[in-house]
Structure formats: C-alpha cells, structure tokens
T-cell receptor, first 114, second 111 residues
Framework: DAGVIQSPRHEVTEMGQEVTLRCKPI?????LFWYRQTMMRGLELLIY????????DSGMPEDRFSAKMPNASFSTLKIQPSEPRDSAVYFC????????????FGEGSWLTVV | AQSVTQPDIHITVSEGASLELRCNYS??????LFWYVQSPGQGLQLLLK??????LVQGIKGFEAEFKRSQSSFNLRKPSVHWSDAAEYFC?????????FGAGTRLTVKP
C-alpha cells in the first residue's frame, strides 16, 4: 500500500517567492496533519484536518501560511511570501481517526529559503 | 490542550546497555500515548501505543513502555540497545482530536 506521499521532496527558493507543498494522504484516512520540524523548535503541529475540515490551525505561524484540503485525497500547504526562517522540513501525516489511531508520516518536504 | 515533555534532549548509551527514555504528559484525563522513532532523513515511525488496559505495552524492535497514571509518565525502555537504535525518539499524546509531540530525545549508541 502506498504511504503518505509528499512533493516536492526538496525545494530551494528565494526569499519572497511562493512555496506550495503537496500531500496525498493514505486512502481512507480521515485525519490529516501538517507538521514543521526544525532544530530549534522541534516538531510543531501547524494544522490538522478532519474529514477535509480544518479543526485546529493555531499552530500556523502567521498569515503567510495557509493550508487547504479540497478533497479527501489531497492537501496543500502554501507559504507566501517565503522567508529564510521558514526553512525546515515539513511533514504531512494522516491517520484513520485522530487522536487514537496511528499517525503515518510522509518522508517530508525539505524547504530551504535563501 | 494536552502537552508532552521529554526532559532529555540527548542520551548516549553503550551498545548492549539498557535504555530508558522519559516522557511526561499533561492532560485532565488519560490520553492516548505513543512513541515514535525518526531515523535521519526519514519521517516518523510508530514504535508502540497505549490506549487502555495493561499498562506495560510491547512494541516493535524490542521496545516497551510503561504507563504510570500517578506520575503522568509513559517511559520507553529497551533492555539491550543495538547500534541501529541510534535515532530520535518522540513521545506523543493524542487527545481532543489532535496529536502533540514532545521535543524529542536523540539517542547516540557508543560501540
């Protein structure tokens, strides 16, 4: 079975550019998470969707970040405009039903903003 | 909302020695508890989870964890560490429809 699929795996972009990260959750999973991981801040929950509806976006750093889930098989995380401090690994993860089911992580999107 | 604390940022053990990684949580009731492992350049993988019942939970790769309600803890243990166990370990708490992760503990294994 395919796991959580993220794209791109690596992206290097210039400050001020728009960045779009994409995620395809595991088929049948109802919960989708976006996490950001940095050395300084560890693993942070950015936003969580349940049945395509954003439930908790309190972790989204600021208005430059936005996330959508137009259907059960696709989600995007957009940063506009990007800044060097956004450089991090962004993980998408999904589970059958939070909070009690196992979360399955994608391999991450490694973002560098120069 | 729930929170989780991993007091140890970095632990070094010798191969073959025993291991205990600490995890404390804060939540009004008993949450769902998880331990995940992250190898370099990879996403996180589930080691084990606790929902209810027996407070000693067995996981993959020879790991186990014990839930102690009185201490709000869910410590991860392994009796004999292998070099391949070197990784970062995350404790996670599931409650109120979301999942929160601790800051992680990096494990180094000495030959």
């Amino acid at each position: 079975d395919a796991g959580v699929i993220q794209s791109p795996r690596h992206e290097v972009t210039e400050m001020g550019q728009e960045v779009t990260l994409r995620c395809k959750p595991i088929s049948g999973h109802n919960s989708l998470f976006w996490y950001r991981q940095t050395m300084m801040r560890g693993l942070e929950l950015l936003i969580y969707f349940n049945n395509n509806v954003p439930i908790d976006d309190s972790g989204m750093p600021e208005d430059r970040f936005s996330a959508k889930m137009p259907n059960a098989s696709f989600s995007t995380l957009k940063i506009q405009p990007s800044e060097p401090r956004d450089s991090a690994v962004y993980f998408c993860a999904s589970s059958l039903q939070a909070p009690f089911d196992t979360i399955y992580f994608g391999e991450g999107s490694w973002l560098t903003v120069v | 909302a729930q929170s989780v604390t991993q007091p140890d940022i970095h632990i070094t053990v010798s191969e073959g020695a025993s291991l205990e990684l600490r995890c404390n949580y804060s939540y009004g009731a008993t949450p769902y508890l998880f331990w995940y492992v992250q190898s370099p350049g990879q996403g996180l993988q589930l080691l084990l989870k606790y929902f209810s019942g027996d407070t000693l939970v067995q996981g993959i790769k020879g790991f186990e964890a014990e839930f102690k309600r009185s201490q709000s803890s869910f410590n991860l243990r392994k009796p004999s560490v292998h070099w391949s166990d070197a990784a970062e370990y995350f404790c996670a708490v599931g409650a109120d429809n979301d999942m929160r992760f601790g800051a992680g503990t990096r494990l180094t294994v000495k030959p």
